[in-house]
């Protein structure tokens, strides 16, 4: 949840040759504006259609446009910089959503038009090249593999596995325990893993625990494990989340925060490393 000015879920991964946006929830164009353009990502992979994990594709989308469409006003704002730059109009970013999405993603977008036939009104027939995928789903993203795993959630949700010559990660997207788990996460040097309750959730609706995400990596064999995806930002309960997660991996656990960096590349570890 958006809590302590953090955005929802949504993930920046770069290899040598490709830049990945995992997820797109609240928050995430103006987090994404700090640190590179839209107009820089490769790809977009929505995990499910939950609003904390696509909302903000529809603000992402008009940035890719605005550019474009402001040129319609330029002689309004000569000094923009942006506008002064002879660059050609970005091409469509690809996007994967479940399927199902398009229609989903163009039925958010009408809620919020522009009017006046604005090129605004096209994010998800300009600005993305929408794509649908269903579980089991594989592609490449410049150098890097992308494989999508059906995961158990309320929502039909696919964790995506990411291969580059450099390195490895797992995304599990929101998920409860499921044996489909460890094939996504074999052996990759990184597990991002959503791990939003205290207890194992006994329910239908799917999510992990700490202590559940710590299982699965250490059953998978992954190098290190990053905790995500939690309603709170109070300090010593993440804290708790990262004990319980140690308690059962022994590799190198880390709580995700805004702007936190990960390298997902082959590591030798020690016992300072897993605890440090």
């Not at 958006?2 to 987090?31: F, H, I, K, T």
């Amino acid at each position: 949840m958006p809590s302590a000015g953090q955005c929802s879920s949504s993930y920046l991964v770069e290899s040598s040759a490709a830049r990945l946006l995992l997820d797109c929830g609240p928050g995430a164009a103006a987090a994404l504006s700090a640190v590179a353009r839209p107009s820089d990502l490769d790809a977009v992979i929505i995990s499910h259609l939950h609003a904390d994990h696509c909302y903000d594709l529809l603000p992402v989308g008009k940035a890719l446009l605005s550019v474009r469409s402001y040129r319609n006003f330029a002689h309004l704002v000569p000094t923009l910089p942006e506008l002064a730059a002879d660059e050609a109009p970005a091409p469509p970013v690809p996007l994967y959503v479940p399927r199902g999405g398009r229609e989903r993603l163009r039925a958010l977008a009408e809620l919020f038009p522009v009017g006046g036939a604005s090129l605004l009104d096209q994010t998800f027939d300009v600005a993305f090249d929408v794509r649908e995928y269903d579980a089991g789903a594989s592609f490449a993203v410049g150098d890097t593999s992308v494989e999508l795993h059906g995961l158990r959630h309320v929502a039909p949700n696919c964790g995506t596995r990411l291969d580059s010559p450099t390195g490895s990660l797992a995304y599990t997207g929101d998920t409860g325990m499921t044996g489909d788990l460890v094939p996504l996460v074999r052996g990759v040097d990184l597990l991002l893993s959503e791990a939003t309750l205290e207890l194992p959730d006994t329910t239908s609706h799917g999510h992990l625990s700490a202590t559940e995400a710590a299982a699965v990596a250490a059953e998978g064999g992954v190098g290190q494990l990053v905790l995500t995806h939690f309603a709170t930002a109070d300090q010593a309960w993440l804290d708790a989340r990262r004990a319980d997660a140690l308690r059962i991996f022994d590799g190198p656990v880390h709580v995700a925060a805004p702007r936190r960096q990960f390298a997902a590349r082959p590591q030798v570890r020690s016992a300072a490393d897993a605890r440090g």
